[in-house]
């Protein structure tokens, strides 16, 4: 009798400790899902205003920009590393593609002989390939002299937005073609086009990280780069590629943002790398490396959209949405380093 007394208890304790074990899974992976919900329905229930067509896709259209760069970090933090040229060359990026997007006519157009001769696809390609260059120069500068990325993706923030005041004279570059204009502003059946690039760009990456070699490859390096090396990994290629990959998803996001705005700006981008920072590590990447996901990065995305359009129809002070965002950043990296312990 006692024999199956103790039996049941034993088997009690057993099934607390699975159900235990199967919550805090859970938790780990669809957490982030919980909070976007609750968060959701949290600033329904304080703003009428919210849940407007309009305003539901105001926010989408925010979020594609920080979703947009925060794949490209992603990728970076699971490597280690970091990226804080992102803001910069967003400006530079808005700027030489907004220059070749003017209309015929402008009086202030950059390149008077060329405006509106050129097809859509000029300044698209312009805008990407610089995000490409000052990508391809933040990897290239890591891999070969070995400087923490910290210090060289600061330099390149500083560089780029240099240039972007240089090339636009410190003025806005305006006029641009009702065809620039659309990637930003249109639609395609309801669907802002922004978040139509964003849902084909995230699928694009999640299949490079989940499918292919050089996914396996940046998650190794992340995991334990010296491990990586004695595999037979060439880690300097590899970080190449990484940060060039994220250089293109800024100089995309650049492209994007000024099309939104009908004008390429030097000042534009100002604090996007942190709320791209913020969209990764809030979707569970994390800084110690080796882990992350396309879907985390995404919905961490909509939560910093979330929450800066909620705080703007509460009249919250900018100055307090950026401590509250910052505070954010801080909560989540405390429980990524409590996970990872």
Request: charged share 10%; glycine share 12%; net charge positive.
């Amino acid at each position: 009798m006692e024999a199956n007394n103790v039996k049941v208890l034993e088997k009690g304790s057993k099934s607390k400790t699975d159900f235990r074990a199967v919550s805090k899974q859970f938790m780990r992976k669809y957490g982030i899902v919980l909070v976007l919900l609750g968060l959701f329905i949290l600033m329904s229930i304080l703003s009428p205003a919210f849940l407007k067509t309009r305003n539901l896709l105001n926010v989408v259209r925010q979020i594609s920009v920080i979703g947009l760069v925060g794949l490209g970090v992603t990728c970076v933090i699971i490597t280690c590393g970091t990226d804080l040229s992102s803001g910069s060359v967003i400006a530079l990026s808005a700027v030489i593609a907004a220059s070749l997007a003017q209309r015929a006519g402008w009086e202030a157009a950059k390149f008077p002989e060329l405006a509106g001769k050129l097809p859509v696809i000029v300044p698209i390609l312009a805008g990407v390939l610089v995000g490409v260059l000052c990508g391809f120069l933040n990897g290239w500068t890591i891999a070969k002299f070995r400087i923490a990325p910290f210090i060289v993706t600061l330099g390149m923030m500083t560089v780029a937005r240099g240039f972007a005041l240089l090339y636009s004279d410190g003025r806005p570059v305006s006029s641009l073609t009702d065809a620039y204009n659309f990637i930003g502003q249109g639609e395609i059946l309801g669907i802002p086009f922004p978040i139509i690039i964003l849902a084909v760009m995230a699928v694009i990456t999640h299949i490079m990280l989940s499918n292919t070699k050089f996914g396996r490859y940046i998650y190794a390096i992340g995991g334990n780069e010296q491990a990586a090396k004695v595999s037979g990994l060439n880690v300097g290629k590899i970080l190449i590629l990484v940060y060039t990959f994220a250089g293109f998803m800024a100089g995309l996001a650049g492209v994007v943002l000024s099309s939104r705005i009908s004008s390429g700006q030097p000042g534009l981008g100002q604090g996007y790398e942190l709320d791209a920072i913020a969209s990764a590590v809030i979707g569970g990447t994390s800084f110690s490396g080796g882990v992350g996901t396309v879907w985390g990065t995404v919905v961490g995305a909509l939560i910093i959209g979330i929450l800066n359009n909620g705080l703007d129809l509460l009249n919250v002070s900018a100055y307090w949405q950026q401590i509250v965002k910052g505070l954010i950043i801080v909560v989540a990296i405390i429980f990524d380093e409590r996970k990872n312990r």
